[in-house]
Nanobody, 123 residues
Framework: QVQLVESGGGLVQAGGSLRLSCSAS????????FGWFRQVPGKEREFLAA????????YYADSVKGRFTISEDNAKSTVYLQMNNLKPEDTAAYYC????????????????WGQGTQVTVSS
């Protein structure tokens, strides 16, 4: 199992940037693939980005491609989501997700979730 804790959310103006962090702990976190999702009240959770367990492959939803970047620091067991040129429609709760298979994260969602961190983008 792996435990996930997100941080880095907050209030930012449109056009600004934020970096979210997801700290992973537990048994062998480095063997997991990770992803980021977001959710707005009343809507389904939306896949944003994923990174393979080796960190050598990344995947993005079209809605964030070119603005968001997923990366990881295996030494710190931390996954990041750098978000640039933020828009009011990016306002949501952002969640870290983990699974042994990155394809599961991309097509559905992995088995493990963090508690979420709120991002609010003002216009």
């Amino acid at each position: 199992q792996v435990q996930l804790v997100e941080s880095g959310g907050g209030l930012v103006q449109a056009g600004g940037s934020l970096r979210l962090s997801c700290s992973a702990s537990g048994r062998s976190p480095h063997v997991y693939a990770f992803g980021w999702f977001r959710q707005v009240p009343g809507k389904e959770r939306e896949f944003l980005a994923a990174i393979s367990w080796r960190g050598d492959s990344t995947y993005y939803a079209d809605s964030v491609k070119g603005r968001f970047t997923i990366s990881e620091d295996n030494a710190k067991s931390t996954v990041y989501l750098q978000m640039n040129n933020l828009k009011p429609e990016d306002t949501a709760a952002y969640y870290c997700n983990a699974d042994l298979d990155v394809k599961v994260i991309m097509t559905d969602h992995g088995d493990y979730w963090g508690q979420g961190t709120q991002v609010t983008v003002s216009s």
